[in-house]
């Protein structure tokens, strides 16, 4: 049973794994704007495996993808085959779920609520490579391409009570600890994902200057046209680093796990601050645009983590110790 559940677990971190690098590739997708380089769904130009040249496509390419906006633009490689990797790691997450929900059915007895996590994050993998398809048909909807971003968090979540419900004693905090920060976390948490949202409607602005720009890679003076959504989402950020700030202090005055937590707490955050000001600073360069992405999802799932944990509860002493305590505290 021990061996299936460190199964259980690996297979669900590996599956974290992927979800993040699958969020840092939608990223790159939007950042580039990769998001039509497969005009269909699941194939690609129609194909299994995308074209890689203009030359594989048929002459009247241009009119039969026209409602896709490629009467107006030419067949580019490099933004379909980044569309095609963001697929590819999709499809991958849909096998590596199953798998570990196969594993979490394995160990049921162990744990009724593994296979429940389990199944949930499974179904909503598959709902979300439906709506994948969705945000293909509809043409990058900026809600339709919010929400598929936003679930990919409820996966990670899922996944991570897998994860956190398979970790040994010693890596779980106590509950005494937990009660401590317990308040403020599940605050920084609903922050975080206020500040995420509010980021994807800054990208929605982004995309809307984009699209009116005479050169995709000269970005001066962009900043400037992104209106209110900008600063609102600067203002969250500052009440986003307090929080969490604030949350990693108390975390550190714990012991074990959550006082390590607290350092990566503070690394992340700090990338975070430095990714923002780079982007502000220096005209949305396109490299870091997923990277703020990334990061914003390794803050969520550090905070689910531990929100989600289950907490050790100390030891009681031993009888003969408890007796010898007690015969201290009334005799002579």
Sequence with gaps: MNRR????????IVTVAAVLFLIWVGGAVRATGAGMGCPDWPTCFGQVVPPLSEADLPADYQQTYARYGYDE?????????????????GTLIGFLSLMTLVLAILVRQRDRWLPAMAGGA??????????????????????????????SFGVILLLLGVVTRTLPARWRVQAADKRDWMPLLPVALLLSLLQTGLGAQVRERVDQVAAGAADFHDRTGWIERLGAVLDVHMLVAALVVTVNLWLALRLFRSAGPARRASVILLAVLASQVALGGALVGF??????????????ALLFSLQAALLIS??????????????????????P
Excluded: C, S
Excluded at 73 to 89: A, G, H, I, K, S
């Design 73 to 89: 633009m030419r067949f580019d490689p490099v933004r379909t085959w980044t569309e095609y990797l963001n697929r590819l790691t």
């Design 5 to 12: 559940l460190k199964q259980l677990r690996l297979m669900a």
């Design 283 to 296: 005209d949305l360069p396109v490299a870091l645009q997923p990277l703020h992405l990334l990061g914003a």
């Design 310 to 331: 289950p907490a050790a509860h100390a030891a009681p002493a031993p009888a003969g110790n408890r007796r010898r305590h007690e015969a201290g505290a009334i005799g």
């Design 122 to 151: 499974f179904v909503l993998v598959g709902f979300n490579g439906w709506l994948g398809a969705v945000v293909i048909e509809t043409n990058l909807h900026g809600a339709v391409v919010t929400t598929h971003m936003m679930l």
